[in-house]
């Protein structure tokens, strides 16, 4: 089943049956995260997200349908994904209550309050965690360890843009691509702004936090 996976990170496969992981918001990023991780062959993914499906939101979060409007975005996530050997499971109580025992917490909200709770949970927990972020033809990445969240200084009174559904795909994909070298046991930089600018020629950029 994971042939493909092993020709390229050999026994470091290995490492994925015993990890567990939450996504925090289970829109556009999670929608892309979740899917791409859920047949890499991971021990549980936990999707957590209050949220129901509005017909403004399926263009950019691919898994849902009209026939979906009105359910919660977790439960319809959680069951879509559910198609190889990973226990799947959503939430949607609050963050706070969480008590799962897992490796890497990865961002897929919107919401800067609910990322400044995963911050604090995660560095209670002493758990790494993956900030992600897509504004217009913009997009943010970073894999936090020892930095906090609050070097951003970012408040949520502002007009957010509008977002493209390849930008989301493409910005998810980065989020996913370091979540799965990270469980792999494979070499990664903490702390590291990826920076992914689109609104002219594409061009990535990183910073060292």
């Given at each position: 089943m994971?042939?493909?996976?092993?020709?390229l990170i050999g026994d470091n496969q290995k490492e994925f049956k015993n990890k567990s992981v939450l996504i925090v918001g289970a829109g556009g990023l999670g929608n892309v995260v979740a899917t791409e991780l859920s047949c890499i062959g991971l021990k549980n993914i936990y999707i957590m997200d209050f949220d129901e499906i509005e017909i403004h939101n399926i263009h950019r979060q691919f898994q849902f349908t009209k026939s979906d409007i009105g359910e919660k975005k977790a439960k319809v996530l959680a069951q879509k994904i559910d198609r190889c050997e990973t226990n799947i499971e959503c939430f949607i109580d609050k963050f706070d209550s969480f008590?799962?025992?897992i490796n890497l917490i990865i961002d897929c909200t919107d919401n800067f309050e609910v990322r400044e709770k995963i911050d604090k949970f995660a560095k209670n927990s002493n758990i790494p965690w993956l900030y992600s972020?897509?504004?217009g033809w913009i997009g943010q990445v970073c894999l936090f360890k020892e930095k906090n969240l609050d070097i951003f200084n970012i408040s949520n009174n502002y007009k957010v843009a509008g977002v493209m559904p390849a930008m989301v795909g493409l910005v998810g994909s980065v989020e996913a691509m370091l979540a799965t070298k990270y469980l792999a046991g494979l070499e990664v930089e903490f702390d590291k702004l990826i920076y992914i600018d689109f609104s002219k020629s594409f061009k990535?950029?990183?910073f060292g936090l």
């Open positions: 994971f042939r493909r996976q092993i020709e008590d799962k025992e972020s897509v504004e990535v950029s990183e």
